[in-house]
C-alpha cells in the first residue's frame, strides 16, 4: 500500500482527494500547509505528495524545493488552479513529477498517481 500525502488549506480538498484516495487502497497523510507538508515530509517519508501551489506560511512552491533538497527523489504532483501555467513551469523546473489542475478528476488523480508510482 502506497502513502501519499495530500497538501492542501482547503479541508474540503484535502477531505474529498483523501476519501478517494482511501476508497483505492492508499494510506492517507494530511498537512494542512507547505510549513507543514516539510515537516511532515522528513518523518513520514511518503511514497508521493499531492500538494496545493498556493496556501499560507509557506507555499507549494517553497515546500517543494525544500522537500526536493532533503530528498531529490522525492514524486510531488503540483494542484493549481487554472491559470496558475506560470507557477505550474516553476514547479516542473523546480522538480515536480506532474501537475493536476483544479477541479480535480478522480480518474486523473488516479492515473496520474500511478504513472508517478510507477
Known amino acids: ?3 501519499i500525502m495530500v497538501v492542501d488549506d ?3 480538498m484535502r477531505m474529498r ?3 478517494l484516495l482511501i476508497e483505492h487502497g492508499y494510506e492517507v497523510i494530511e498537512a494542512i ?3 507543514t507538508a516539510v515537516q511532515t515530509y522528513r518523518s513520514v517519508n511518503p511514497d508521493a505528495v499531492l500538494m496545493d501551489i498556493t496556501m499560507p506560511h509557506k507555499d507549494g512552491l517553497t515546500a517543494l524545493a525544500e522537500i ?3 530528498d531529490p527523489q522525492a514524486k510531488v504532483i503540483m494542484l493549481t488552479a487554472l491559470g496558475q501555467q506560470p507557477l505550474v513551469l516553476q514547479a516542473l523546473q523546480i522538480g515536480a513529477k506532474d501537475f493536476l489542475v483544479k477541479p480535480y478528476d478522480p480518474e486523473r488523480i488516479l492515473k496520474t498517481l500511478q504513472k508517478v508510482l510507477g
Request: proline share 0%; net charge positive.
Open 1 to 3: 500500500m502506497s502513502r
Open 10 to 12: 482547503a479541508q474540503f
Open 68 to 70: 526536493r533538497h532533503f
Open 33 to 35: 500547509d507547505g510549513e
Open 17 to 19: 482527494v483523501s476519501k
